[in-house]
């Protein structure tokens, strides 16, 4: 179940980056603002995925969403690692992945409350 919710946050997070882009390509905007939007836009993407993983589990919402976080933490620097070959480096992967987890474990005790 958790996969699932992996799979939809990887596949938004990707359609809010290509938006993003193009947003700031055929507009005036500074690529500055890409940064603060794809990191708005995954902690809004992780709490929504684990809030939907955690409803139709309907139960464990802090595990679930725990697990989507830190394994959407890790897929993310793994596929930056591969894609741009100098890893982004401990601390900033440490910082990734407790937003990542604060996110997932929002949403996830979220969806089995709400």
Avoid: Q
Avoid at 15 to 27: G, I, P, Q, R
Avoid at 72 to 92: E, S, W
């Amino acid at each position: 179940m958790a996969g699932k919710g992996v799979g939809f946050a990887l596949i938004f997070a990707v359609l809010l980056s290509l938006l993003a882009s193009a947003t700031v390509y055929f507009t005036k905007l500074d690529e500055g603002i890409l940064y603060w939007f794809v990191n708005a836009g995954s902690f809004v993407v992780l709490g929504f995925a684990s809030f939907v993983t955690a409803r139709r589990a309907r139960s464990h919402g802090l595990f679930y969403g725990l697990a989507i976080g830190g394994i959407y933490a890790v897929l993310t620097a793994l596929i930056g690692a591969i894609a741009y070959p100098p890893f982004i480096g401990i601390a900033a992967f440490l910082k990734r992945l407790g937003f990542a987890l604060l996110a997932g474990a929002c949403g996830g005790i979220l969806g089995v409350n709400y």
